[in-house]
Structures are given as structure tokens and as C-alpha cells.
């Protein structure tokens, strides 16, 4: 996604590699915005990120599948759940 008025682009972050990586850049406990920061940007700047796409449709989609479900007084269970290449 890009933000149309600066032409940013949002992009995700493992948790878990900023974490590793704050960690070999100095092993300290600390926590600061600013390292943080620094963290984050290393990271992208290395490639380790995923772009982001809205995934609003799909979400609505999944949500009213859960709802029709719980109205019949069934539960998801995954160990049964068959996956389809579309969700309708």
C-alpha cells in the first residue's frame, strides 16, 4: 500500500526478527523509540518485511462464514475444515 499525499510504503515486520536483530546490535535491555526505530529500518532496509495488502474483503468474507456458524450452533474446527482455493 502506498500512502498517496508523502508516497510511503506501509509494509510488515516480523516481530521476532526486529527482536533477533535488536539483540545483535548491541544486547542491551533498554527501550527507546529511536533504537527501536533504527531496528526497523535496518530490517527493511535489509528486505525482511512482507508488503501490505488490505485484506478487508476476505476478513468480511471469513467473518460472515464464523457468524452463519455460530447462529446454526456449530463450531469451527479446524482438523475438519476443508480448504477451497476461493472462499464464497
Known amino acids: 500500500m502506498v500512502c498517496s499525499?508523502?508516497?510511503l510504503s506501509v509494509v510488515l515486520v516480523n516481530p521476532v526478527t526486529t527482536k533477533r536483530n535488536k539483540e545483535n546490535r548491541d544486547n542491551s535491555p533498554s527501550k527507546n523509540d529511536p533504537k527501536d526505530a533504527l531496528v526497523i529500518a535496518d530490517v527493511v532496509?535489509?528486505?525482511y518485511y512482507s508488503?501490505?495488502?488490505k485484506q478487508f474483503q476476505l476478513i468480511g468474507k471469513l467473518?460472515?462464514?464464523l457468524v452463519g456458524l455460530?447462529?446454526?450452533g456449530e463450531s469451527f474446527n479446524p482438523d475438519k475444515?476443508?480448504?477451497y482455493?476461493?472462499?464464497a
Open 5 to 7: 499525499s508523502e508516497r
Open 45 to 47: 532496509s535489509r528486505g
Open 51 to 53: 508488503e501490505y495488502t
Open 63 to 65: 467473518a460472515r462464514i
Open 70 to 72: 455460530a447462529q446454526r
Open 81 to 83: 475444515a476443508v480448504i
Open 85 to 87: 482455493d476461493r472462499v
